[in-house]
T-cell receptor, first 115, second 117 residues
Framework: AQSVTQLGSHVSVSEGALVLLRCNYS??????LFWYVQYPNQGLQLLLK??????LVKGINGFEAEFKKSETSFHLTKPSAHMSDAAEYFCAGGGLTGGGNKLTFGTGTQLKVEL | EAGVAQSPRYKIIEKRQSVAFWCNPI?????LYWYQQILGQGPKLLIQFQNNGVVDDSQLPKDRFSAERLKGVDSTLKIQPAKLEDSAVYLCASSLVLAGGPNNEQFFGPGTRLTVL
């Protein structure tokens, strides 16, 4: 089955440090890829998305992600973490081979930001 | 613009009881989705509507779950009877077009947290 894999269910960084959240997809065809953020007791909010074209995608709150077809990856980064970035982050793929039009989510990465 | 509304926000029931969740999507959004998010997992699509028609319900446990969107606007998801493993957050989302397309974005509601005792 086609899937989206997030490496590391929990990531902890210091405030001001680089944030790197990993996402790999399984598909023979480049899918549409999304990163969502979920704050406690809230729904998911779109951070950024890759569809076609430029492989480096910039999103809200200073986040960006790079689509690397050769590595089947779409890792999320932010140069300097802020306390307000603490949340759960989900990578999702659409248009995955055999997945029709629905989004397939990874299992999520909980980001903790420490002083 | 108003976001996706869901109610109730929290619900606690005994196993074998019934429960219903309501969702009102963003105005003008033709596509509506119900997801189940079990603790520690990503959201899993249960059912997807395009207007008032079902597009995908392949992962909906139809022996106990049902959903409807009769007028193509708001939607109700029902569980009858509930099991312990149904404890989860039920998220509703809406979009202008079908999921996965390049210009699509799904907007999520705050979810309903269901606890089955």
């Amino acid at each position: 089955a086609q899937s989206v894999t997030q490496l590391g269910s929990h990531v902890s960084v210091s405030e001001g440090a680089l944030v790197l959240l990993r996402c790999n997809y399984s598909s023979s065809v480049p899918p549409y890829l999304f990163w969502y953020v979920q704050y406690p007791n809230q729904g998911l909010q779109l951070l950024l998305k890759y569809t076609t074209g430029a492989t480096l995608v910039k999103g809200i709150n200073g986040f960006e992600a790079e689509f690397k077809k050769s590595e089947t990856s779409f890792h999320l980064t932010k140069p300097s973490a802020h306390m307000s970035d603490a949340a759960e982050y989900f990578c999702a793929g659409g248009g995955l081979t055999g997945g029709g039009n629905k989004l397939t989510f990874g299992t999520g990465t909980q980001l903790k930001v420490e002083l | 613009e108003a976001g996706v509304a869901q109610s109730p926000r929290y619900k606690i029931i005994e196993k074998r009881q019934s429960v219903a969740f309501w969702c009102n999507p963003i105005s003008g959004h033709a596509t509506l989705y119900w997801y189940q998010q079990i603790l520690g997992q990503g959201p899993k699509l249960l059912i997807q509507f395009q207007n008032n028609g079902v597009v995908d319900d392949s992962q909906l446990p139809k022996d106990r779950f049902s959903a409807e969107r009769l007028k193509g606007v708001d939607s109700t998801l029902k569980i009858q009877p509930a099991k312990l493993e149904d404890s989860a957050v039920y998220l509703c989302a809406s979009s202008l077009v079908l999921a996965g397309g390049p210009n699509n974005e799904q907007f999520f509601g705050p979810g309903t947290r269901l606890t089955v005792l």
